[in-house]
């Protein structure tokens, strides 16, 4: 990522991070590592089979930190229950290459055309290829599914506003936050934007976000950002070292955390902190 003499650009949110980091994954994720799949709560929809037993397996190792085991475990329960889409659904949730995913994906909708969360992580993948017209369809119809969803609204936003397009963009964000005031990526460009024009930081909306999803480092990172305006390096670092620790791209936010060290007097650290970010990438600070 490059960023922006400014500290970082409001776009960099949307673009050049591990794709569906910040997008559909967390959504999925919410769905199929949340405390609602425990074994006895996946025992109530799966009878205790050997498919049963792969798909809660391949959850374990999902929410363990072992993708690639866990893709194996979704393999094999596709082939064991060919025509059940839960499984079809967990292995593209999983598959970084986007031909890939996307042929799965396409079984998904075959044998369930209402799933909005294939519908989703499609257009991200479909968007990640350059077809940003199928990536748009494919969002309208899971708004149309699921209308007071608001996640399917704010990616038509983005959408809008790679073309150009920033009424549309507004009002689709408008929309999305209205149906989900904790949908963090709106507040946090307005932040940034703030920031960029010399603004006091307004983070209330933003530590809001932070209530509902401790984790997105998105946010971690604007407050972190925010602290620093506002002279607060502790802070900043507080929030810095929790966004290192889920950031897809490291660099930006080892740039903050210079900066961060820089305010505090540790010219040392600052120096360290440099020279770590630009291992990992091209940061300005």
Known sequence: ?????????????????????????PFLHSLQISSSYSPHAVNRIFTVDELGSELLNGLALLRDGEPGRAKGMFQSASHR????????LYQANVEEDHGRAIGLLDQVLELNPLSVAALLLRADHLEARGNLEGARADLEQADRIAPRLGLPSARLAELAGRGGDTRLALELELRALELNPYYALPHLRRVLNGLDQGAPPDTAAVERCLLHDQRYWGTRFVLGRAALAAGSPDSAREHLLVALKYAPDPAPVMAQLARAALLSGDYAGARSWLERAKEKGTPVL
């Open 1 to 25: 990522n490059l960023l922006m003499k400014t500290g970082w650009s409001p776009d960099i949110l949307n673009r050049n991070t591990s794709l569906l980091n910040h997008r559909t994954k």
């Open 81 to 88: 229950s060919p025509r059940f889409y839960l499984p079809w």
